[in-house]
């Protein structure tokens, strides 16, 4: 009798942890459904945030980038890639007032927008700047300036240093990537509480599928100073139901999980014959001035543009302002093909 009681022991408390395992496992499916936001419909996003200019250019099976191609043909080309999150429309305002007299295309990065994911899951800014060299070579384009807001800015430069026959000059947006602080031996910047969470497999996996609008207004407001209209209820819906088109969430998270670096002292180096424009909200809470004065100590003759009051998204909080300088600086590089001193605008 004492045996048998000490064999039923060790099972019953088993048998109390299995029911456990499955009630926590049925609860958090439960917490699942409830708060559970759906993929959004590809058709009906299309629809919605397509428009007259927008093509979709197949580079491979499956991988369909969506573009605009917009303004004069025969006019010089500038080519402008969102940051993190972020899809073609951030430059609109740019576009609005930029096409009368340039060439503007403008695209979704994989894992973005109107594009999706990438069919092998390659996220780093030296794949994207691969896309942005596929959709080049199917445009038929041969040289242009090219520019990046944060993310897209690092993949400008990826782009730039890959493939410099094409860049006429380059143009970084609050771009992530600046050089580290002197004496500063990290190779990463400051990276949002979303990179940690990328990285364990079960919060991952859970932030497929749950994604609150009320997280996507937080996040988009804390990183503006001019609310409106970059932060409004459009734009808000816009990344919150662009992130959700079908395979955005996922390919966010694997991005988040691949680790960014900054700008290389090699690259810096391949950097120092092409013309760049340092256009920066003064204001970033995310990437702050120090930031963009680093980038402009480590490639002379580059012409830094500080917008006071600025968050970071300059084209959209400063529209007028910001295409200025822009027109400004291709002004001068068209009237001027000579080495330029650095010059600073305030």
């Not at 010089?76 to 940051?83: A, F, Q, S």
């Not at 576009?95 to 780093?124: E, F, I, K, N, W």
């Amino acid at each position: 009798m004492p045996e048998t009681r000490a064999e039923g022991g060790p099972r019953r408390r088993g048998r109390v942890a299995l029911l456990a395992v499955l009630a926590l496992a049925a609860g958090l499916g439960l917490l699942l459904l409830a708060l559970r936001t759906p993929d959004t419909d590809p058709a009906a996003m299309r629809a919605k945030y397509g428009g007259p200019a927008s093509q979709f250019l197949e580079l491979a099976p499956g991988f369909a980038v969506h573009v605009r191609d917009e303004g004069p043909r025969g006019a010089p080309v500038i080519l402008l890639l969102h940051g993190s999150n972020a899809s073609l429309h951030t430059w609109e305002p740019w576009v609005t007032r930029l096409s009368d007299s340039y060439r503007v295309v403008t695209l979704d990065l994989q894992g973005h927008g109107l594009t999706g994911p990438h069919p092998d899951g390659c996220y780093s800014s030296a794949c994207m700047a691969e896309t942005v060299e596929a959709v080049r070579a199917a445009l038929g384009l041969q040289s242009f300036a090219i520019g990046g807001s944060s993310m897209g800015g690092r993949v400008a430069i990826s782009y730039a240093v890959g493939h410099p026959g094409h860049v006429s000059a380059l143009i970084l947006v609050n771009s992530a990537g600046a050089p580290p602080p002197v004496g500063e031996a990290a190779a990463t910047g400051r990276r949002p509480a979303g990179f940690a969470l990328a990285r364990i497999p079960v919060l991952r996996d859970l932030a497929a599928h749950i994604t609150p609008r009320a997280l996507i207004a937080r996040s988009l407001e804390a990183t503006v100073v001019v609310k409106e209209p970059a932060a409004g209820a459009e734009a808000v819906d816009r990344y919150w139901e662009l992130l959700r088109y079908p395979g955005n969430r996922r390919a966010t998270l694997e991005r988040f999980a691949t680790p960014t670096t900054r700008v290389t002292p090699l690259e810096l180096n391949a950097l120092r014959n092409i013309p760049v424009l340092i256009l920066w909200g003064a204001d970033d809470p995310l990437f702050p001035e120090a930031a963009a004065r680093r980038f402009a100590e480590t490639l002379p003759g580059a012409r830094l543009a500080l917008l006071p009051g600025v968050g970071h998204l300059p084209q959209e909080e400063a529209p007028n302002e910001s295409a200025d300088a822009l027109r400004r600086f291709l002004a001068d590089l068209a009237r001027d093909d000579t080495p330029r001193p650095p010059a600073e605008e305030d």
